[in-house]
């Protein structure tokens, strides 16, 4: 069965360090989204590409992350420097189109990165 | 200021009994509302949605109800089995974005 792939699992590291997580969407999914889930709190979006492009990253810390995925396929999210406060679940998740093209495109999830930040 | 909201952190049931989750929300824009269920180490997985301009929705054991009058909708789940103790999202969705609940954590007694 087709699954999210994100590495590593588990990543524990101290403020002011750089971090990065790897994404691998569903093969043929066009939309990829990163989320952040803090502890006890539901997962919010970070950033959302459609293909290689980024729509929204409202949300996204441009001063501290950076997220990229240049060949539309597997997806980068960095932090740095990475603070107390990004200690988090980080989350991937794929969909078929998204981009609003049909009315419900379901989101798949990876397993997450736990990220701890000493 | 939370768009969606589960007010109840956690809920124990005791198997074979009912689990009602219940979840608000205030955007009455939202599309669909949906139903996560989360175990430990593992990402969400989706359980069930409902249309905006539905008011139930059935799946096996799952049945979620939709008021929108209240802006509140709530899942059932009968008969709950040890397998249901999970974590569950609450989400509303319009086009391709999610907005999720804080999460209530379901325990099955034996």
């Known amino acids: 069965e087709a699954e999210v792939a994100q590495s590593p699992r588990y990543k524990i590291t101290e403020k002011s360090q750089a971090v990065a997580f790897w994404c691998d969407p569903i093969?043929?999914?066009?939309?990829l989204y990163w989320y952040r889930q803090i502890l006890g709190q539901g997962p919010e979006l970070l950033v959302q590409f459609q293909d290689e492009s980024v729509v929204d990253d409202s949300q996204l810390p441009k001063d501290r992350f950076s997220a990229e995925r240049l060949k539309g396929v597997d997806s980068t999210l960095k932090i740095q420097p990475a603070e107390l406060g990004d200690s988090a679940m980080y989350l991937c998740a794929s969909s078929f189109q998204g981009g609003g093209v049909v009315p419900l495109d379901e989101q798949f999830f990876g397993p997450g990165t736990r990220l701890t930040v000493l | 200021d939370q768009q969606v909201k589960q007010n109840s952190p956690s809920l124990s049931v005791q198997e074979g009994r009912i689990s009602i989750l219940n979840c608000d929300y205030t955007?009455?824009?939202?599309?669909?509302f949906l139903w996560y269920k989360k175990y430990p180490a593992e990402g969400p997985t989706f359980l069930i949605s409902?249309?905006?301009?539905?008011d139930k929705n059935e799946d096996g054991r799952f049945t979620v109800f939709l008021n929108k009058s209240a802006k509140h909708l709530s899942l059932h789940i009968v008969p709950s089995q040890p397998g249901d103790s999970a974590v569950y999202f609450c989400?509303?969705?319009?086009?391709?974005?999610?907005?999720f609940g804080k999460g209530t954590r379901l325990h099955i007694l034996p």
């Open positions: 409902i249309s905006s301009i539905k």
């Open positions: 955007n009455s824009m939202f599309d669909y």
């Open positions: 989400a509303a969705s319009r086009d391709d974005k999610i907005i």
């Open positions: 093969s043929g999914h066009a939309t």
